[in-house]
């Protein structure tokens, strides 16, 4: 499968910084033994025009996206209506999501908690393990919770359930240290290795410390094989060099 998977986090409480967003921690917990990887990420806030026309967008890609808050029943939870207005399909009471509701909650799913089984048409439910209130899926869009300790095993099911096949070899990254130095000096020798390594990301992290020490952490990120090849070869360039470095375990 050559999809690639993007992450819709949606809430004015990420925005404004009242919250700290983990899901994309979480997501690539999630993703990365299974070899798969994020290819974007969008925060966005509650407003619905700008959410209808992200999701109409989001929808039009193709790609696997996992969409993460605004599905509750107060005013400020759009996601859903918002969906579906960018499907150009109509809300409908899921019976499934029904059921579950109803049964966590009895009499009090009326008459505002039930609004939270209304989705776009044809969607199908995502089972919700901490209270029963399930997320929905439709055209490869997985809409969960914003609270993390339920949105990450309703991904994981998401996971199991429809991609259980969608698996790579696990990539790794492994990198040194350069002491002191400037990217500027390393810039043809990156060059001529992502011609010579097309199959791994190498990546450069130059860092200032408070007292005006600067390093470079320099690493490959890949499958195994190549990523320790790639490591060496970095190390021995470092030696050539004779430029001062460790390698980070």
Known sequence: MSKKIGLIIIGDEILSGKRQDKHLKQANELLKPRGLSISWVKIVGDHADFLVQTLRDSFA???????????GATPDDRTR???????????????????????????????????????PKGSAIIPNFFNRVPGFSINEHYFMPG??????????WVLNAYYADWQH??????SIRLIDGQESEWVEFMESFEARFPDLRLFSLPTISENGNRSIEMGVEGVKAFAVEGLEVLKKEAELRKHPFEVIV
Request: glycine content about 10%; hydrophobic content about 45%; some cysteine.
């Open 61 to 71: 890609t193709g790609d696997v996206v996992f969409c993460f808050g605004g599905i």
């Open 81 to 119: 209506q918002s969906a579906a207005a960018a499907l150009g399909l109509p809300l409908e009471r899921h019976p499934e999501a029904v059921a579950e509701i109803e049964a966590q909650f009895g009499a009090d799913a009326y008459p505002q908690r039930i609004h939270m089984g209304e989705y």
């Open 147 to 156: 609270f993390p300790m339920m949105a990450q095993p309703m991904m994981s």
């Open 169 to 174: 070899e696990p990539r790794i990254e492994l």
